[in-house]
């Protein structure tokens, strides 16, 4: 759940949650198109709700290790997530959203288009993906 123990050595960056709520229903009614739209296109996962939106950041020697969006624990279970970039790409280093095990795998131009601000890349949650993350030096 959103209030579980995180391990240091796994992952070390800072997570806050938005609720649905009268101020944030705007921003959860544009999530679920988003969504929509890409699991109508790419996944065709059964769901049906939107609870909370996390969001991560990441100062200097801030990581997430290889891992899954995948909590055994989380009722009701995350099927779909999304990465989307905040940041202008030339103000850090690494940050890299790789997936393991992929059939095919993105060119180098989709690799690029993934770290432009403003980009949102939507996956199954199951999908391994490895995120390593080091802001550019001033």
Do not use: C
Not at 66 to 80: C, G, I, M, N
Not at 93 to 122: C, H, I, W
């Amino acid at each position: 759940g959103r209030d579980s123990f995180v391990d240091a050595s796994y992952r070390k960056s800072k997570r806050a949650f938005l609720n649905s709520g009268r101020e944030t229903d705007w921003i959860f009614k544009r999530f679920w198109e988003k969504a929509a739209t890409a699991n109508t296109d790419y996944f065709q996962i059964d769901y049906n709700q939107l609870d909370f939106i996390q969001f991560t950041s990441y100062e200097k020697d801030e990581y997430y290790h290889s891992h899954a969006d995948l909590f055994v624990y989380e009722t009701p279970q995350r099927k779909l997530s999304v990465t989307i970039q905040l940041t202008d790409e030339s103000k850090y280093e690494g940050g890299d959203l790789n997936f393991e095990n992929l059939e095919e795998y993105p060119s180098e131009e989709a690799n690029a288009a993934m770290r432009q601000k403003g980009t949102a890349v939507f996956f199954p949650n199951w999908r391994w993906r490895i995120w390593t993350f080091r802001p550019a030096h001033p």
